[in-house]
T-cell receptor
Framework: RKEVEQDPGPFNVPEGATVAFNCTYSNSASQSFFWYRQDCRKEPKLLMSVYSSGNEDGRFTAQLNRASQYISLLIRDSKLSDSATYLC????????FGAGTRLTVKP | NAGVTQTPKFQVLKTGQSMTLQCAQDMNHNSMYWYRQDPGMGLRLIYYSASEGTTDKGEVPNGYNVSRLNKRDFSIRLESAAPSQTSVYFCASNGRRHQPQHFGDGTRLSIL
């Protein structure tokens, strides 16, 4: 079993839609959680950290469920510019990356 | 604001050739990392350095050597390149272990 697992997608949604991604992790002692965004053939860029109480940044909401060992990302009012691959990252002794979930937002 | 700078951006090697990829960060970060990214897989950690002069193996260290001679620079060397090392290589840095990492824009390496 992979340490960090994501549905690879692709998720194809219309502009304005709400879309949610989940990510599960296997190490219950993990201490840090992030969502990164990666555009085609570019470097990963931090989208947001994920805190125990959940957190929101504009149209983006991240949640952590330690009991079930997953984190989620909710994107509201999708924009064309949200099209990218979203990487789940979980940290214990080092950072482990999910393979990513690909999102395409269509007009 | 350069952040993390990687050189070269592209390289093609023949099997058996050697090559050093360079990475420099100007954010005064203690920790630096080298990852590889292959299609359909997440980034996998090759080596990391928690501080100047120290290095540790990551998930996939075989076939690579690294060097952290100062706080700014972290290089990775392929002594005898193999086709299985064809990948996109990313360098990253952060201030402390559980902080978000900042990435360079990658080196696309092809080994024929």
């Amino acid at each position: 079993r992979k340490e960090v697992e994501q549905d690879p997608g692709p998720f194809n949604v219309p502009e304005g839609a709400t879309v949610a991604f989940n990510c599960t992790y296997s190490n219950s002692a993990s201490q840090s959680f992030f969502w990164y965004r990666q555009d085609c053939r570019k470097e990963p860029k931090l989208l947001m950290s994920v805190y125990s109480s959940g957190n929101e940044d504009g149209r983006f909401t991240a949640q952590l469920n330690r009991a079930s060992q997953y984190i989620s990302l909710l994107i509201r009012d999708s924009k064309l510019s949200d099209s990218a691959t979203y990487l789940c990252v979980v940290g214990h002794n080092d950072m482990r990356f999910g393979a990513g979930t690909r999102l395409t937002v269509k007009p | 604001n350069a952040g993390v700078t990687q050189t070269p951006k592209f390289q093609v090697l023949k099997t058996g050739q050697s090559m050093t990829l360079q990475c420099a960060q100007d954010m005064n970060h203690n920790s630096m990392y080298w990852y590889r990214q292959d299609p359909g897989m997440g980034l996998r950690l090759i080596y990391y350095s928690a501080s100047e002069g120290t290095t540790d193996k990551g998930e996939v260290p075989n076939g690579y050597n690294v060097s952290r001679l100062n706080k700014r620079d972290f290089s990775i060397r392929l002594e005898s390149a193999a086709p299985s090392q064809t990948s996109v290589y990313f360098c990253a840095s952060n201030g402390r272990r559980h902080q978000p990492q900042h990435f360079g824009d990658g080196t696309r390496l092809s080994i024929l």
